[in-house]
C-alpha cells in the first residue's frame, strides 16, 4: 500500500502574504518529492471538497486517497473549525495517488488559499457537502471557481425541483453533476442488458413498474430521473395521470404504462424496476446486500443473475459512485435533458397522488 | 458451402445511449475449442470470469466448451473453477455459481460431423442468446480449417439469421505467405471476413491502445511525428525467459515468425499510420494496413545477402537474473545442430511521404537480460550545437519511449542545466507512468478482446490483408534462413542483449541500440 506523508503547517500563521504561500508550497513540493516515497506523478484534476466538518474531512480523505488511484487529483479538503478552534492546514501526498490539502479555515480565507495552489491548466471540481446549497452564501465562492460541481441530493435532502434550480443558477461555464442520477448508471446498464427478445425493440415494451423509496412525500429523485430517462430517450408522452402512475403516449401512438410504488424505505433509492412486454419481462431487484435480474419470458425464467459482485456493483460506493463523475470532463446533458423530462412528467402524478 | 450471408446488426436499443458504462456484451454463447486446453484455463476462463464480475456480460450469456475430453458439463465446471482459484485467485462463490449454470460441456472429437449436429442443437436450446454466437478456436493451427468447414456444414457459419456468428482464431495464423494466403481462403469459404477475428493479445495490452491516443488526441506530438524530426525508431520487444518446454514448437517456429510477424509487425503499423478519419476498426485497419505495405521489401529480388538488413542469432548457455541458464540448443526437444533463430534484427524502411528515410529497427529476443518491450522514437539533435564552444560536453538526442511492458508508461529524454555557476548540461527523464498516475490494475488482454469480439469491433484484430502483407514482408527472409544454416550459432550468450552483429548492424548507420 503506498505510504502517506502527512505534516502540520505549525509553522505558518495563516497570514497569506507572498512569503508564507511561498513556505506553504515549499513545504508541499518536498512531500511531493520526498524520494522514492512520494515519486512525481500526473495529476488529472482539482478537487475542492466542502465537507461538513473534521469528521467528514476524515471520511472523504479516505474515499479520495481511493480514488486518487483512479483519478490523481490535488485536492483540497475545506471546513470550518467549531468556534474557537485555531486554524489549521494539513497537508499530504500519497506516492501512488493524489495530494491533498486540508483547510480548517474560514471559507473566504481558505478560497484564497486554494485560488493559487490550484494545479494549472487542469479542470477545478467542486464537491459539495455542506448543508443546502441554494441557501448557504458560502457556496457561490466554491462554485465560481469549478467548472463543475458535484452534488448528492439524497445526502442533502433535495428535491428534484431544488436540483433543478441549482443547475440553472450556476455559475457560467459551471455544470452540475448529481450523484442520485449517477448511482441510477447501473441501473439503467443492467435493464440494458435485460432488454431482450421483443423488449430488444422499444416498441415491445408495454408497461414499466418503479419501486422507490421516497415516493409522494417530497417526490423520489430517483424515480424522477429514471421515468425522466425512459420518457427522454423512448420519446413517451404523458396522456393520462393517476395515482397509479401515468399512462403515456409512445411516438407512434401506442399507450405504454408507468406505475410507481411506493418502497418501505426512507431513502429515495431505487428499489425495483420491472419492464413488461407482451411475454418477456426484466426484473431488476435490491434486496438486502444483494440486487438481482431476472428475464422470463411466457413466465418461464430464461436469464438469472444473483451475486454479490452484481449487488455490489449497483449498490456501488459512494467512491465509485463519485469515480464515475470525476470522470466526465465537461458537462452531463442527457442528465439535465432527463431532470428537466422527468420534472415535468412528475409533476403531473405527484399532485394526485398527494 | 457457401459463405455466411452478412449479418445483419439492428440498431442499438436508445436506452444504451448515453450510458457512460456502455461496452457490455450483448446476450450471446461463447463455444470454445479446445475448452480442455492451457489457454482455455488460463486466459479464456480468467477472462469470462473477469468480465462477468465487472458487469460486462448480460444474465443470458452462456459458455459451451468443447473438446476430445470424456467430462460432464460438471466436470468442466469443476475443472474451470480450479482453474479461476489457480489463475486469478479469490473466486466469488455466489457470482461463480451464476456464472456456472451457465456453462456447458460438449464432449467430442472435432472431425465428427454429430458433434457440431449436437452443439447446433444445443445453441437452438438457447433462444435467450438471441441468435448470437461467438467460436473460440482455442486449437492448434491446423485444426482452424477443418472446424470452420465443420461448423459450415452444420450451417453453424450462420447460426440464426436474427443474430450474429463470429470467430475467433488464435496465432499463428499460416506459417508463411503461402500457408497464410491458403488458410484465408478457406476461411472466407465459409465466413464473411467481418466475421473473422484473428487474436493477437499483444494489441489488446492497454499501452499499444494508448499509442493511438497519444499520438492522435494531443496535438503537440503529431507535427513532429516524421522524417523531419525523427532520426529513427526502435521498437524492442525482449523476453528474460527461454523457450520453456516449447521446443517442439519453436523449432518450427522462432523469433521471426512467433514475434516479428505479428506482434512487431502490429506495433510498428500503430506506430507509422497516418491519423483515421473515424475511431473505428476498419478506418483503424486501413491506416495500419498501408503501413505495412510501404515498407520497402527488406531486398531487392534476387538478392541473397541480408546481413545488412536483418541479423539473426540463439542464445548458449549464460546467465540471466543471476541464474545460469541452457543454450536453446541443450533446451528439451531441440536438435542439436539446430537453426532455429531466437533473436531477430530487422532494419525496416517504411517508403511514404511521413516515413521516407527513418529507419525503424525492430528486435525481438529469448534470454535477454530482461523482459521489456518498448517504442522509442529517436528525434534528431538540434541543427547547431552551441554550447559545445566553452563547454565541450555531448549532447544526447531527445529520444520518447513508450513502455508497452513492464511499468506501463511514456518518457521523454531531453537536455536540461546542471545547477551551478557553469553551463553545464544533462540529459534528464520525464517519466509518466500508468502504475503510479492511474495505480489501477490494467484489464488483462483478454477480457479487452473477448469483449471486443462480442461487441463486433475488429479494430484490436488483425484483417486478412494485414496478415498477408506482414508475411509477404518476411517470407523471402524466412526462407532465406532456413535453406542457408547460420555458421555462428550459437552467437549470444543467455543474459546478453544479443549477438554481437546486432550491436554492429546499427553502428554500421552511426546510431546504437537503447539500453532498455
Known amino acids: 500500500m503506498a505510504k502517506t506523508l502527512t505534516a502540520e503547517a505549525t509553522a505558518l500563521d495563516l497570514c497569506w502574504n507572498d512569503g508564507h504561500m511561498a513556505a506553504l508550497e515549499a513545504q508541499w513540493r518536498a512531500l511531493r518529492e520526498t524520494g522514492e516515497e512520494a515519486p512525481a506523478h500526473a495529476l488529472a484534476l482539482n478537487l475542492i471538497c466542502r465537507v461538513a466538518d473534521a469528521a467528514d474531512a476524515e471520511r472523504m480523505a479516505q474515499h479520495l486517497w481511493k480514488l486518487g488511484r483512479r483519478h490523481p487529483a490535488r485536492v483540497f479538503l475545506v471546513y470550518s473549525g467549531a468556534e474557537g478552534e485555531a486554524d489549521r492546514v494539513r497537508l499530504a501526498a500519497c506516492a501512488d495517488g493524489s495530494e491533498m490539502v486540508e483547510l480548517q479555515l474560514d471559507p473566504r480565507r481558505a478560497a484564497s488559499v486554494v485560488m493559487p495552489n490550484l494545479a494549472g491548466d487542469l479542470p477545478v471540481v467542486l464537491l459539495w457537502r455542506g448543508s443546502d446549497p441554494g441557501g448557504d452564501p458560502e457556496f457561490p465562492i466554491w462554485s465560481a471557481l469549478a467548472n463543475r460541481v458535484l452534488v448528492d ?43 431482450e427478445g421483443e423488449l430488444a425493440v422499444p416498441e415491445g415494451i408495454r408497461e414499466v413498474t418503479i419501486t422507490a423509496g421516497g415516493l409522494g412525500a417530497g417526490g423520489s429523485l430517483a424515480a424522477t430521473l429514471f421515468t425522466g430517462w425512459l420518457a427522454e430517450k423512448l420519446g413517451w408522452e404523458a396522456m393520462v395521470v393517476s395515482t397509479e402512475g401515468l399512462l403515456c403516449r409512445r411516438p407512434a401512438g401506442e399507450p405504454v404504462r408507468i406505475r410507481f410504488e411506493p418502497a418501505n424505505h426512507h431513502e429515495c433509492l431505487l428499489r425495483r424496476v420491472v419492464v413488461r412486454g407482451a411475454t418477456t419481462a426484466v426484473t431488476i431487484e435490491h434486496h438486502g446486500a444483494y440486487v438481482s435480474m431476472t428475464v422470463t419470458h411466457d413466465g418461464a425464467t430464461v436469464g438469472q443473475w444473483i451475486g454479490s459482485s452484481p449487488g455490489e456493483a449497483v449498490l456501488r460506493s459512494d467512491s465509485d459512485t463519485l469515480s464515475e463523475e470525476l470522470s466526465i470532463g465537461g458537462g452531463d446533458d442527457l442528465f439535465r435533458r432527463v431532470l428537466d423530462r422527468g420534472l415535468e412528467l412528475m409533476a403531473q402524478w405527484e399532485a394526485p397522488a398527494a | 458451402m457457401a459463405a455466411a450471408p452478412p449479418t445483419v446488426v439492428p440498431a442499438p436499443h436508445p436506452l444504451r445511449e448515453g450510458i457512460r458504462m456502455q461496452r457490455t456484451a450483448p446476450p450471446c454463447a461463447m463455444v470454445i475449442f479446445g475448452a480442455s486446453g492451457d ?39 469443476q475443472e474451470m473453477r480450479k482453474a479461476l482459484e489457480q489463475f486469478t485467485g479469490a473466486v466469488d462463490d455466489a457470482l461463480w455459481e451464476s456464472f456456472a449454470a451457465r456453462t456447458q460441456f460438449l464432449p467430442g472429437t472435432f472431425d465428427n460431423p454429430e458433434l457440431f449436429q449436437k452443439l447446433a442443437a444445443m445453441l437452438r436450446a438457447l433462444p435467450q442468446t438471441g441468435g448470437n454466437v461467438l467460436f473460440y478456436l482455442a486449437t492448434p493451427p491446423s485444426l482452424i480449417a477443418p472446424l470452420a468447414d465443420q461448423l459450415a456444414r452444420a450451417g453453424l457459419n450462420q447460426f440464426s439469421p436474427q443474430g450474429w456468428t463470429r470467430i475467433i482464431v488464435e496465432k499463428p495464423f499460416g506459417r508463411d505467405l503461402a500457408t497464410a494466403r491458403a488458410l484465408n481462403q478457406q476461411l472466407h469459404k465459409v465466413f464473411q471476413e467481418a466475421q473473422i477475428f484473428r487474436i493477437d493479445h499483444y494489441l489488446g495490452k492497454e499501452t499499444v491502445r494508448n499509442i493511438i491516443v497519444f499520438r492522435f488526441a494531443n496535438g503537440i506530438f503529431e507535427p513532429i511525428w516524421n522524417r523531419r524530426y525523427i532520426d ?38 500503430i506506430v507509422g499510420m497516418e491519423a483515421p478519419v473515424r475511431f473505428e476498426a476498419e478506418a483503424v485497419r486501413d491506416e495500419k494496413i498501408k503501413v505495412i505495405r510501404s515498407i520497402r521489401p527488406l531486398l531487392p529480388p534476387g538478392a541473397g545477402d541480408y546481413s545488412s538488413v536483418a541479423v539473426r542469432g540463439q542464445y548458449g548457455a549464460g546467465f540471466v ?74 549532447i544526447e538526442p531527445n529520444v520518447l519511449v513508450i513502455r508497452i511492458q513492464p511499468d506501463e508508461g511514456i518518457a521523454l529524454r531531453f537536455e536540461a542545466k546542471v545547477p551551478g555557476t557553469d553551463m553545464r548540461l544533462r540529459p534528464v527523464k520525464m517519466d509518466f507512468q500508468y502504475g503510479t498516475s492511474f495505480g489501477e490494475p490494467q484489464p488483462e488482454a483478454y477480457e479487452t478482446l473477448l469483449l471486443d469480439a462480442m461487441l463486433g469491433d475488429g479494430m484490436l484484430f488483425a484483417r486478412y490483408d494485414m496478415v498477408e502483407s506482414a508475411w509477404a514482408l518476411t517470407t523471402p527472409l524466412l526462407e532465406s534462413w532456413e535453406t542457408e544454416a547460420a555458421k555462428d550459432f550459437p552467437n549470444y550468450a543467455a543474459g546478453s542483449w544479443g549477438p554481437e552483429a546486432a550491436e554492429e548492424f546499427l553502428r554500421r548507420d552511426g546510431r546504437e541500440w537503447r539500453r532498455p
Open chain 2, 321 to 394: 537474473n543471476g541464474e545460469a541458464a541452457a543454450g536453446y540448443r541443450e533446451e528439451a526437444n531441440v536438435a542439436p545442430q539446430s537453426n532455429r533463430e531466437t533473436f531477430v534484427a530487422l532494419k525496416l524502411q517504411i517508403e511514404n511521404w511521413r516515413w521516407a528515410g527513418v529507419p525503424f529497427y525492430l528486435r525481438s529476443g529469448k534470454r535477454l537480460p530482461k523482459r521489456v518491450s518498448e517504442v522509442a522514437i529517436q528525434f534528431k539533435s538540434p541543427p547547431f550545437l552551441m554550447f559545445q564552444d566553452g563547454y565541450p560536453q555531448s
Open chain 2, 232 to 269: 529513427h525508431v526502435q521498437i524492442t520487444v525482449a523476453e528474460s525467459i527461454g523457450i520453456e518446454r516449447r521446443g517442439r514448437y519453436y523449432e518450427e517456429a522462432g523469433a521471426l515468425r512467433d514475434m516479428v510477424q505479428n506482434h512487431l509487425m502490429q506495433v510498428l503499423s
Open chain 1, 153 to 195: 441530493a439524497q445526502r442533502l435532502r433535495l428535491t428534484a425541483a431544488q436540483v433543478a434550480t441549482l443547475a440553472h443558477e450556476l455559475p457560467v461555464g459551471a455544470t452540475l453533476g448529481e450523484l442520485t442520477w449517477t448511482r441510477l448508471t447501473p441501473w439503467r446498464l443492467l435493464l440494458c442488458q435485460g432488454l
Open chain 2, 39 to 77: 489457454l482455455t484455463h488460463r486466459k479464456l476462463m480468467p477472462a469470462l470470469y473477469a468480465l462477468t464480475r465487472m458487469q460486462r456480460l448480460p444474465p443470458t450469456f452462456q459458455v459451451i466448451g468443447v473438446a476430445d475430453s470424456p467430462w460432464s458439463s460438471e466436470d468442466f465446471r
